[in-house]
């Protein structure tokens, strides 16, 4: 389910936090789902604990996930609307990075329609 690539440039902590979040944009994870202990996930996909911790973290502080002490760590029932907005946010700034890169509207509406049509709903 936790999926990680060792071999990816992308930080462990950072794909972890991609694939929580994909996990829960595809209703895999749902509102109140427990995850596993840090220390589990961390066994389990052969890392050290302070680097699921990081994930966690990150994904407690953007709303996505919340903690209660001695319980665990689940998914939060308002997430969804929490990575559409950070999404949007990062989607505005990329686009803000591009028109001034040079990229013009038709441009980017093409490279939009390119990854929709091709099922662009993983998360790299």
Known sequence: ?????????????????KRVVELTVKKQLCPGDKLPSVRELAKALGVNPNTVSK????????????????RGSFISDKNGDVI???????????AKEAAAAGLTAEEMTEIIQTITQTGGNKID
Not at 1 to 13: A, G, N, V
Not at 84 to 91: I, L, M, P, S, T
């Open 84 to 94: 559409k907005q950070n999404a949007a946010e990062r989607f505005t700034l990329a």
């Open 1 to 17: 389910m936790f999926d990680i690539d060792l071999q990816s440039r992308t930080p462990i902590y950072e794909q972890l936090y």
């Open 55 to 70: 994930a966690f973290q990150n994904l407690e502080r953007d709303g996505i996930i919340y903690s209660l002490a001695g």
